[in-house]
């Protein structure tokens, strides 16, 4: 049992370049999550999935997309990476059994030269 | 919308003795729950405890308690028998049921918790 996984753990990418960050979870989660962290700041919610095949914006959405074609799976995508999306960026997730408590992964520590 | 707020950027306290970390958050719901997650150097968000908003009696887990004031909507965190492993970023948190907003938490700015030998 793995929980939540983020691949990659660290990336650099240049203005302008696109990439792909894949957060998997192992225990049928239905609620997943995408934060971020910056310095000096608390997690920002970026978008969040509610299921399989639904996706919804939370706080800081601008420049992101995301993808939840898999239950297990949740997809984070920069289209035109901008130096301010250097960051640390955590997946969650959570199940309707649960106590209200989020599972987070290990995160990915992204800078945009 | 809901704020987190936590007033104190940095604390520090020698091993062993008791600290208390602040957190007031503002939400017109009556139903909500409250968390205070734990982030030591690895990065990795691990949850110190939890509260559900209906339940009057503070929560406690092992060295770690709340003091829980709905009307005053404070949340403190009470660190007893502080140990060095205690060292890390603290972050309070709030969260609407699952079924209003999915779940969503909203963190404080955190703060730097430093115990010293």
């Known amino acids: 049992n793995a929980g939540v996984t983020q691949t990659p753990k660290f990336r650099v990418l240049k203005t302008g370049q696109s990439m792909t960050l894949l957060c998997a979870q192992d225990?049928?989660?239905?609620?997943m999550y995408w934060y971020r962290q910056d310095p000096g700041m608390g997690l920002r919610l970026i978008h969040y999935?509610?299921?399989?095949?639904?996706?919804a914006k939370g706080e800081v959405p601008d420049g992101y997309n995301v993808s939840r074609l898999k239950k297990q799976n949740f997809l984070l995508g920069l289209e035109s990476a901008a130096p301010s999306q250097t960051s640390v960026y955590f997946c969650?997730?959570?199940?309707?059994?649960?106590?209200?408590?989020?599972?987070f992964g290990p995160g990915t520590r992204l800078t945009v030269t | 919308a809901q704020t987190v707020t936590q007033s104190q950027p940095e604390m520090s306290v020698q091993e062993a003795e008791t600290v208390t970390l602040s957190c007031t958050y503002d939400t017109s719901e009556n139903n909500y729950y409250l968390f205070w997650y734990k982030q030591p150097p690895s990065r990795q968000m691990i949850l110190v405890i939890r509260q559900e908003a209906y339940k009057q009696q503070n929560a406690t887990e092992n060295r770690f308690s709340v003091n829980f004031q709905k009307a005053a909507k404070s949340f403190s965190l009470k660190i007893s028998d502080s140990q060095l492993g205690d060292t890390a970023m603290y972050f309070c948190?709030?969260?609407?049921?699952?079924?209003?907003?999915?779940?969503?938490?909203?963190f404080g700015q955190g703060t730097e918790l430093s115990v010293k030998p």
């Open positions: 999935s509610v299921g399989e095949g639904t996706t």
């Open positions: 225990m049928n989660h239905e609620y």
């Open positions: 969650a997730s959570q199940g309707l059994a649960e106590l209200y408590e989020q599972y």
């Open positions: 948190a709030f969260m609407s049921p699952l079924y209003n907003q999915g779940g969503k938490l909203i």
